[in-house]
Structures are given as structure tokens and as C-alpha cells.
């Protein structure tokens, strides 16, 4: 079965980076969407990056110029650099995949079982 496993969260000051990985399983998704959403406590989970195919990326206004999505095909492992963190990012992240390359914004098939990403004032 399709299994996605996120890592690289942690607890950081605002200003740092931190890159998350999100290493799939079970299935290979090298051009099909891949994507990151967030759930901050007692919010809905939010959408903040996506990529389809290896280059093309879509991104929340709110991460935006901040936030990097990349792959690597070969690892089936995609990643989410995460510069200029600041504390309203603090949130469980996660990843998602799915198999059709409509919609990098959702609805998406699997997803992980979540990352924490605390950022300190």
C-alpha cells in the first residue's frame, strides 16, 4: 500500500530554515502532484505548496517567496524548504500525493501522517 513518511520538523527560532522531506512508498508519483499542507491548533488544514511534473510549483499566498517545493524522481521523495520561518507557521505539516495531475490544490488521495514545525518568537 501507498505509505508517505514526512521528516525534518522540529522546534526552531523565528528567522531559521528548516527543510522537510516526505519520502513515498508503494507507489511512484515522480510527475503526478505532490503537495504540503499545514494545520495550525483548532485550524483547518491548509493547503501551501505543490509540484506536478518536476518544475512546476504552486504556492500559498502566505508561504510565498519564503517556502521552496522540489522532487527528486529518483527517491520519490518530494521536499519543502522552509526559509524566514516565522511563528505563525508553527503547525503539523504534512504531505500528500495523488494520481491525477488536475487540481495541485487538492483534493489529493494519501497523505502522511505529520510533521511538527514549532517556530519561537
Known amino acids: 500500500q501507498v505509505q508517505l513518511v514526512e521528516s525534518g520538523g522540529g522546534l526552531v527560532q523565528a528567522g531559521d530554515s528548516l527543510r522537510l522531506s516526505c519520502a513515498a512508498s508503494g507507489r511512484t508519483f515522480s510527475n503526478y502532484p505532490m503537495g504540503w499542507f499545514r494545520q495550525a491548533p483548532g485550524k483547518e488544514r491548509e493547503f501551501e505548496a505543490a509540484?506536478?511534473?518536476?518544475?512546476?510549483?504552486y504556492y500559498a499566498d502566505s508561504v510565498k517567496g519564503r517556502f521552496t517545493i522540489s522532487r527528486d524522481t529518483a527517491k520519490n521523495t518530494v521536499y519543502l524548504q522552509m526559509n524566514s520561518l516565522k511563528p505563525e507557521d508553527t503547525a503539523v505539516y504534512y504531505c500528500a500525493a495523488k494520481m491525477s495531475v488536475v487540481g495541485p490544490r487538492g483534493p489529493y488521495d494519501y497523505w502522511g501522517q505529520g510533521t511538527q514545525v514549532t517556530v519561537s518568537s
Open positions: 509540484i506536478i511534473w518536476a518544475t512546476d510549483t
